[in-house]
């Protein structure tokens, strides 16, 4: 089975903020797929499922963000997996808005989330990164990430949400190539040729003097007697 966690803070003041991003991509997934009910499990909030045959928990850490490792720890035991069998889904303040990136293993670049992830189940589980931009300095992320995101990003927001759970089936088989050309759809969706095709222009008039000359059908008598006139 796959363990698929989102990061964020538990309760309504943060529900819309860009560090709640992952949370709303779990609840996108478990809407749009049929799961379970929310329950209270692993000091959080957890919901069951199937994504492409493949048994998929949901979880949500309630233990706020700096202290997730100890929930998704929890889970981790209990279930008995690897951290390769864990995907978890984060707001990625390196990446600009809009833009989705997937990775296997690495730092967790000052997030306080990741942090606390690897100090609970090491660096080996997987990442889906998206981007929420950067504020322009590094004192001001804090407070950046704490606010809800502004009506002009709804728009990307809802199609990286909706591209999340299209290609939710292929990142639980480990398809991440596949995962992510479904959110690259919804986000970047192909241009439909709707040009109205162009009338024929027509043809130039031909120029008087460029007309080939009747036909001549004087005899050949006719034609002597005319030249000597």
């Known amino acids: 089975m796959k363990l698929f966690v989102g990061l964020g803070n538990p309760g309504a003041k943060y529900a819309q903020n860009r560090h709640n991003i992952g949370f709303m991509a779990v609840d996108r997934i478990a809407s749009d797929h049929g799961f379970g009910p929310w329950r209270s499990k692993f000091q959080g909030l957890v919901s069951e499922g199937q994504l492409g045959g493949e048994k998929v928990t949901l979880l949500k850490p309630e233990t706020f963000m700096n202290r997730s490792g100890q929930s998704v720890g929890e889970a981790m035991r ?3 997996l690897a951290p390769e069998d864990i995907v978890v889904f984060h707001d990625e303040i390196d990446l600009a808005p809009g ?3 997937v990775k296997q293993g690495g730092g967790h670049a000052g997030h306080n989330g990741l942090r606390s992830l690897h100090g609970h189940i090491g660096d080996a589980y ?3 990164r998206m981007g929420v931009g950067h504020p322009g300095h590094k004192d001001a992320v804090p407070t950046f990430v704490l606010k809800d995101f502004p009506k002009a990003d709804q728009d990307w927001l809802d199609d ?4 999340i759970s299209d290609g939710a089936e292929a990142l639980a088989k480990g398809d991440t190539g596949r995962f992510q050309n479904a959110v690259a759809l919804r986000l970047n969706p192909p241009r439909s040729s709707n040009t109205p095709l162009q009338k024929p222009e027509p043809a130039p008039a031909l120029d008087a003097s460029a007309e080939t000359a009747p036909e001549d059908t004087r005899s050949p008598l ?7 006139r």
């Open 160 to 163: 990286m949400l909706r591209g």
């Open 78 to 80: 209990f279930y008995k």
């Open 222 to 228: 006719q034609k002597l007697v005319d030249r000597f």
């Open 126 to 128: 997987g990442r889906v």
């Open 99 to 101: 833009k989705l990136r």
